[in-house]
């Protein structure tokens, strides 16, 4: 038998105190660039941020440019360097492109919930928050990115057959 477990109240938290950090050093401006970003006010957090370069060229593509270590257990293998493509699936790859897309566009925070079925892992998903960070000119061209894993669980109900039962069916 298995329970949903929802986000738990740790990764909520985890999201508010990224988006307060990110939003903290926007100073009136749509986002911070990528300079204001100080990892040591963000310790907790770092296992599993991600910042992503925008690739701009025909249309818009994305690398890792950094993957938390946490991360590493997500993906089942180091991502930092790999483009959405060589990361993930097709489905999966315009999902993200997709999502990172109207960071970009809109110039705002994203968030979501991402199902790793993708990776075997039907159970479980992330909950994500990805923050837009700016050039000196004022385009988005890096994305400053935070992931919880969430998921089912088994959970022991106590109830077992009784001996024998299933010899008498």
């Known amino acids: 038998m298995a329970a949903q477990l929802g986000p738990p109240a740790a990764a909520i938290r985890a ?4 988006f307060a950090y990110w939003n903290s050093l926007k100073a009136g401006a749509p986002a911070p660039t ?3 970003i100080d990892p040591g006010h963000m310790k907790r957090l770092l296992p599993t941020v991600s910042l992503v370069d925008v690739l701009r ?4 593509d994305y690398r890792v440019r950094l ?9 089942g293998r180091e991502i930092t360097g790999r483009t959405l493509a060589e990361i993930y ?3 999966a790859a315009e999902y993200w492109r997709h999502e990172l897309g109207k960071v970009v566009q809109e110039r705002k925070p994203g968030v979501g919930v991402h199902s790793l079925a993708w990776r075997g892992a039907s159970h479980l ?10 050039s000196e000119a004022g385009d988005v061209n890096m994305i400053l990115g935070y992931d ?5 669980g088994a959970i022991s109900s106590g ?3 009784a001996p024998g039962a299933a010899a008498a069916a």
Not at 57 to 60: K, P, S
Not at 67 to 75: E, H, I, Q, R, S
Not at 125 to 134: D, E, Y
Not at 148 to 152: I, Y
């Open 89 to 91: 699936n097709s489905a």
């Open 57 to 60: 060229g025909d249309g818009l």
């Open 34 to 36: 990528r300079r204001e």
């Open 148 to 152: 919880a894993v969430v998921g089912m």
């Open 125 to 134: 998903s992330i909950v994500w928050i990805r923050l837009p960070l700016v």
């Open 15 to 18: 999201h508010e105190e990224m």
């Open 67 to 75: 993957a938390g270590t946490g991360l590493y257990n997500v993906y």
């Open 159 to 161: 109830i077992r057959p």
